[in-house]
């Protein structure tokens, strides 16, 4: 059995090889830490929640290497409508509940018709690469302070 790290490290690597990124610990380090976080983050969380193992980690490298992670599928950029992207470790599909009172972000355990939402942008000439609903309300604390 591997260890959950060893299963993180190694799809990690494999995807930037067959990438053809370099392996770096940094990268390796950044992944591990979005992985142990567990949930929706900011760079800006990431980068300090990392900051002790990587002294001297600059807050454009966080940016750049989120940036490469969700190019090589590993993790998700949610689109909250907020000021600040949020990156999701978890890449199978779900949709995102956000509150507009206090900002949380809840995964929503729902699957959409991509393709009949997709269909008449596409009609319309729209290339259309992805699709996504985001649900949006009160958070179960919100609603009940009323
Ligand atoms: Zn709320
Ligand atoms: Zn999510």
């Known amino acids: 059995m591997l260890s959950p790290q060893t299963t993180t490290d190694e799809r990690l690597t494999a995807a930037l090889r067959d990438g053809g990124h370099r392996v770096t610990s940094q990268r390796i380090v950044l992944h591990r830490v979005l992985a142990e976080l567990g949930r929706h983050t ?6 300090g929640a990392a900051g002790a ?8 490298t966080v940016y750049a290497t989120l940036e490469l992670f969700e190019e090589l599928g590993l993790v998700r950029r949610v689109s909250t409508g907020g000021s600040a992207a949020l990156y999701d470790p978890r890449t199978d599909e779900h949709q995102h509940f956000v509150c507009r009172r206090c900002g949380a972000v809840a995964d929503v355990e729902a699957a959409i018709d991509a393709a009949a939402l997709a269909g008449p942008a596409r009609a319309a000439g729209l290339a259309v690469d992805g699709v996504e609903v985001v649900l949006r309300g009160l958070c179960r604390e919100c609603s009940s302070r009323g």
């Open 53 to 60: 193992r990587l002294p001297g980690l600059s807050l454009p």
């Open 42 to 47: 900011t760079a800006e969380e990431l980068a």
